[in-house]
């Protein structure tokens, strides 16, 4: 033991860093290493994920659920009304579809009320807010998630039957996917505005925007989304908070198709005007594209692969491949970003909508890498943006070699988030957003960076143990 106490001790420390710091005062010389239990000391947890990690069956099935996201082709072939392609919708009942796992209305944030009524007005079901609100207080209006119905919508994600919804088919295994129409920046449905300039701009996207574009997109036939995507990534996209590469290249593809398809020529410049001034106009493109990849690896008993992830202002929820349409649901995080002036973290809602389809389809935040300029918007600097796409490496199941990096040699972005490697880990999704005034008709305040909530991915990964072990006693 002498020469020990003789030498300069070198020790690497794990866990509390003042044990490191102790060794130091001694004249030591110390590595700290950063380790933690995983699913933060849940002992049920850490017990499911050692019967699931490495086990034959979860890595056969994440085999094909991944493989069946990599092979989808997300192509827009549609432009239509929500009552023509919502099955639910087509009997001509009240029904809203909302952002994010089901919720209550009495349960629901201030933004997400404020779009449910505003929809209410847009559908003439009621004349005045008030009267609008004592629909919903009687239950003579449904609310359902749009994942319910193969769809999403950014923010509170509000979809009501007379709404133009984009049509994205995945032309490999012949599953659709719907988004709404974007409606800009401001007063918008989307983050609870309901005034009588928000309904008018839906009623005018509802009329004459969304008719235009099926005019023009059925004289081009498609359009193919994975490739219009990729070129974005790599003029600047994340394809989340920033779309502008995206939204220019749909422009070029729409504007001389508009020219000579059989609309009036004011309506077509009124329409090509609208997509100009709105750099966010294919966000809901990319989502319905995301969310089509995304359902195609759906449904594989077994699969760890995370197939949803989504927020409606109140909780945080996933699905997964293998644990069929079940939820598992965390309170979501408050959102760190920057705000505009003259608001806080105080006024902020905590985390809302469906636009984390794009993180769970690994873009967004996990393509921040392309996307230097973002973190002007969002907050950090552009080495974070890096650091952030790197990270998301540790908790997924490969990488999509359709999305490239520039800024990382072309590297593919990572994606396939593993419930498993996220519990393992203790590394949680990134995720870039939009932050709403916590009250109903203010609109958007800042936009920033969160991420999911560790107990969502705790309590899938048990459940996933359980259907499994279930699964092998049956056999």
Avoid at 92 to 121: D, E, K, N, Y
Wanted: hydrophobic fraction near 50%; proline fraction near 5%.
């Amino acid at each position: 033991m002498k020469p020990l106490f003789k030498d300069t001790l070198k020790v690497i420390n794990v866990g509390l860093a003042g044990f490191g710091d102790n060794v130091v005062a001694a004249g030591g010389e110390c590595v700290m290493t950063v380790w933690q239990p995983p699913a933060l000391g849940d002992r049920d947890a850490a017990w499911a994920l050692a019967q699931v990690f490495h086990h034959a069956a979860v890595e056969h099935a994440n085999q094909i659920a991944f493989a069946r996201f990599l092979e989808a082709h997300p192509v827009l072939i549609d432009v239509a009304l929500a009552r023509d392609v919502i099955h639910a919708m087509a009997s001509g009942g009240r029904l809203i579809l909302h952002a994010g796992p089901p919720i209550a209305w009495s349960a629901m944030c201030g933004p997400m009320r404020g779009a449910v009524l505003g929809a209410i007005l847009f559908e003439r079901w009621a004349d005045t807010i008030d009267a609008a609100a004592r629909l919903v207080d009687a239950g003579s209006v449904a609310l359902e998630p749009c994942h319910h119905h193969g769809a999403v919508g950014p923010m509170a994600g509000v979809i009501s039957p007379s709404m133009p919804l984009w049509v994205v088919e995945n032309r490999v295994g012949g599953n659709r996917a719907y988004s709404n129409f974007n409606e800009g920046l401001g007063k918008v449905l989307r983050f609870g505005a309901h005034d009588r300039g928000v309904i008018d701009r839906l009623r005018f996207i509802a009329s004459d925007v969304a008719p235009t574009l099926r005019a023009a997109l059925a004289r081009l036939g498609s359009i193919e989304l994975k490739p219009l995507m990729a070129q974005a990534l790599n003029m600047g996209d994340e394809i989340h908070n920033r779309n502008s590469a995206a939204t220019s290249l749909l422009f070029k593809q729409l504007a001389p198709v508009m020219l000579t398809a059989d609309v009036r020529r004011e309506r077509a410049a009124a329409t090509l005007d609208f997509i100009a001034g709105n750099d966010h106009f294919f966000l809901n493109l990319s989502m319905a594209a995301c969310k089509s990849m995304l359902d195609a690896a759906a449904g594989v008993p077994a699969s760890s692969m995370v197939t949803v992830m989504s927020r409606n202002g109140v909780n945080f929820g996933i699905r997964l491949s293998g644990t069929g349409d079940r939820w598992f649901e965390a309170p979501a995080n408050p959102v760190d970003g920057l705000y505009f002036p003259g608001y806080s973290r105080a006024d902020a809602a905590p985390d809302l909508g469906d636009s984390s389809i794009t993180e769970t389809a690994g873009v967004g935040g996990f393509a921040m890498a392309a996307a230097p300029a973002i973190v002007k918007f969002v907050g950090g600097t552009a080495a974070d943006a890096l650091h952030h796409s790197l990270r998301m490496r540790a908790i997924t199941l490969g990488a999509n070699p359709s999305f490239t990096l520039p800024a990382l040699d072309f590297a593919a972005v990572a994606a396939g988030i593993d419930a498993r490697k996220v519990v393992d880990r203790g590394i949680l999704p990134v995720i870039n957003s939009g932050i709403a005034h916590r009250e109903p008709g203010i609109g958007q305040i800042g936009a920033g960076i969160t991420s999911a909530p560790m107990a969502c991915f705790s309590a899938a990964v048990k459940e996933l143990a359980r259907s499994v072990q279930a699964a092998r006693e049956r056999t």
